[in-house]
């Protein structure tokens, strides 16, 4: 991933610093929080830089997970001035996006504190950075759902409309993959019973009202872990965890996550 980030930023060449910089010349710097939230990223953002860089010197200041204010120094570091210029929009594109990962979990967990409910992540992450997405989830204190289509059976909209019903779905399922843990999507009380009757592990209580959603927990009573979702943001989501849900799912947390603010800062020239 690194690689190949670097290959796209700098082609054949940074013509403004290699314009600017000479080869020879090192420089010290550092980066600063412009906002408060949670750090993530500092160790692939080390990684970005000691690859322009072998000889490259990196003291972060604090780890991932930790809580910044606005102004707060992340980490200094010093090495080849060219490399450090150079490899700056990368390391910074890993870290802002993984801080924000990180700091928009945080305030979602924050929202159900006193409440059993977890916050779960989805598979709606940036092609080949699912990862490190779902590594920002964990560091803001949520928790990672399915890493992809291979480790857990979700049977959704169109597989049951495929299969012809959840309980068709379900018995396909389990004939082709007998020790896979099944989630069912359901958008009514009807699937709702039709899911337990299948005996699935996880039930998906999706788009579903709040009078709606608290009916299907009692209803499932405790027969299977059950899951809302369906554009769960903000304040509302302690008003669903209150239903009894064990999970909340947010896509946002890594669809359209906004990238956390850091600057980077040359402190020093030198030979």
Same mark, same amino acid.
């Given at each position: 991933?690194?690689?190949?980030s670097?290959?796209?930023?700098?082609?054949?060449? +940074?013509?403004?610093?290699?314009s600017?910089?000479?080869?020879n010349?090192?420089?010290s710097a550092?980066?600063?929080?412009?906002?408060e939230?949670?750090?993530?990223?500092?160790?692939?953002?080390? &990684?970005?830089f000691?690859?322009m860089?072998e000889?490259?010197?990196?003291?972060?200041?604090?780890?991932d997970g930790d809580w910044v204010? @606005?102004?707060?120094i992340i980490?200094r570091?010093?090495?080849?001035c060219?490399a450090?210029?150079?490899?700056?929009?990368?390391a910074?594109?890993?870290a802002?996006?993984?801080?924000?990962? @990180? !700091?928009e979990?945080?305030?979602m967990?924050?929202?159900?504190e006193?409440?059993?409910?977890?916050?779960?992540d !989805?598979?709606?992450?940036i092609?080949?950075f699912?990862q490190?997405d779902?590594?920002?989830?964990?560091?803001?204190g949520?928790?990672?759902?399915r890493i992809?289509?291979?480790d857990?059976?979700m049977?959704k909209?169109?597989?049951?409309?495929a299969a012809?019903s959840?309980?068709i779905?379900?018995a396909?399922?389990?004939?082709k993959?007998p020790?896979i843990q099944?989630?069912?999507?359901?958008?009514?009380?009807?699937?709702?019973y039709?899911a337990?009757?299948?005996?699935?592990?996880?039930?998906?209580?999706d788009?579903m009202d709040?009078?709606?959603?608290a &009916?299907a927990?009692?209803? %499932? +009573?405790?027969?299977?872990?059950?899951?809302?979702?369906?554009?769960?943001?903000?304040?509302h989501?302690?008003?669903?965890a209150?239903t009894?849900?064990?999970?909340?799912? @947010?896509? @946002?947390?890594?669809h359209?996550?906004?990238?956390?603010?850091?600057?980077?800062?040359?402190?020093? %020239?030198?030979k």
């Amino acid at each position: 991933m690194i690689d190949q980030s670097l290959m796209e930023d700098i082609g054949t060449g +940074d013509v403004t610093t290699n314009s600017i910089v000479d080869p020879n010349e090192k420089a010290s710097a550092h980066w600063v929080a412009k906002q408060e939230g949670i750090i993530c990223g500092l160790g692939i953002a080390k &990684k970005v830089f000691q690859k322009m860089d072998e000889e490259f010197d990196w003291e972060a200041q604090i780890s991932d997970g930790d809580w910044v204010d @606005s102004g707060k120094i992340i980490t200094r570091f010093s090495g080849n001035c060219r490399a450090i210029l150079t490899a700056e929009r990368v390391a910074l594109n890993f870290a802002q996006r993984m801080s924000g990962i @990180s !700091t928009e979990t945080n305030k979602m967990v924050r929202l159900l504190e006193g409440l059993h409910t977890e916050i779960l992540d !989805t598979r709606k992450t940036i092609p080949g950075f699912r990862q490190l997405d779902k590594y920002a989830v964990s560091v803001g204190g949520g928790k990672n759902h399915r890493i992809g289509l291979f480790d857990m059976a979700m049977i959704k909209d169109n597989h049951i409309t495929a299969a012809g019903s959840i309980t068709i779905a379900v018995a396909r399922v389990r004939d082709k993959n007998p020790e896979i843990q099944i989630e069912v999507e359901t958008t009514s009380l009807n699937q709702v019973y039709e899911a337990l009757d299948a005996e699935v592990e996880l039930i998906m209580l999706d788009n579903m009202d709040i009078e709606m959603m608290a &009916k299907a927990v009692k209803i %499932i +009573d405790g027969k299977a872990l059950t899951e809302a979702s369906g554009n769960l943001t903000g304040e509302h989501i302690r008003k669903v965890a209150m239903t009894g849900v064990d999970f909340i799912s @947010s896509g @946002s947390l890594t669809h359209s996550v906004q990238a956390f603010d850091i600057s980077q800062k040359l402190i020093n %020239i030198y030979k």
